[in-house]
């Protein structure tokens, strides 16, 4: 059974960069049947989605952080990361991992016609690693 | 970008049902996937593509999705089911993961 873990700097600086890696062990990362992501939950509030990443790098990033996001993945290792930089106390939140499953397939009209995709769910997490921006 | 919406909170009797809705415009087409948030623990998938349960959650869970409305239903509710409660989808628009707001599920 797979299981993931975050590790990283538990506390940053205003302005640095926020890295986070999660290791998974128990499977591998590299099978294509899945994606790999992250989601942060600031205190006293809901969960917030930050960005998935596939086995071979393809990147989906959460439109309010993209320009201070950097994903990435290492299939060597079993592990990928996350890098948030130029960080606020508003980044401060409960960081977790996650594996994203492949939901029911289907279809939709885009610009270049029918395309396929997959209803994205999380369907293992990891346990979670809380990250203060702080001086 | 596709916005769901929960309501903060919902309160019922032990061994009353529990019903926890998700409004989003013709979430009806795309699949609805809920999780279980309990003090200091990881989320937990209880429904995947709207009402199908991993085997580790009990059948009192169930789940509906038609029209502008996504429901999970908790039957004979128990102290233990007392948690954050949060719809989920993926938004094949934008290719974006996309959490409702979490209902916070009150046993009275």
């Known amino acids: 059974q797979l299981q993931l873990q975050e590790s990283g700097p538990r506390l940053v600086k205003p302005s640095e960069t926020l890295s986070l890696t999660c290791t998974a062990s128990g499977d591998s990362i590299s099978s294509r049947s899945f994606l790999w992501g992250w989601v942060r939950q600031p205190p006293g509030k809901g969960l917030e989605w930050i960005g998935s990443i596939s086995e071979s790098g393809s990147t989906f990033y959460s439109p309010s952080l993209r320009s201070r996001l950097s994903m990435s993945v290492d299939t060597s290792k079993n592990q990928f990361s996350l890098k948030v930089s130029s960080v606020t106390a508003a980044d401060t939140a409960l960081y977790y991992c996650a594996r994203h499953a492949k939901g029911r397939g289907d279809y939709e009209e885009g610009e270049e016609g029918e395309r396929f995709f997959y209803h994205y769910y999380m369907d293992i997490w990891g346990k979670g690693t809380t990250v203060t921006i702080s001086s | 970008s596709f916005v769901l919406t929960q309501p903060p909170s919902v309160s019922v009797a032990p061994g009353q049902t529990a019903r926890i809705t998700c409004g989003g415009k013709?979430?009806?087409?795309?699949?609805v996937h809920w999780y279980q948030e309990k003090p200091g623990q990881a989320p937990v998938l209880v429904v995947h593509?709207?009402?199908y349960r991993p085997s580790e959650i009990p059948e009192r869970f169930s789940g509906s999705n038609s029209g502008n409305r996504a429901t999970l239903t908790i039957s004979r509710v128990d102290a233990g089911d007392e948690a954050d409660y949060y719809c989920?989808?993926?938004?094949?628009?934008?290719?974006?993961?996309?959490f409702g707001g979490g209902t916070k599920l009150t046993v009275l």
């Open positions: 989920q989808v993926w938004d094949s628009s934008t290719d974006h993961v996309v």
């Open positions: 013709n979430i009806g087409i795309k699949s």
């Open positions: 593509d709207d009402t």
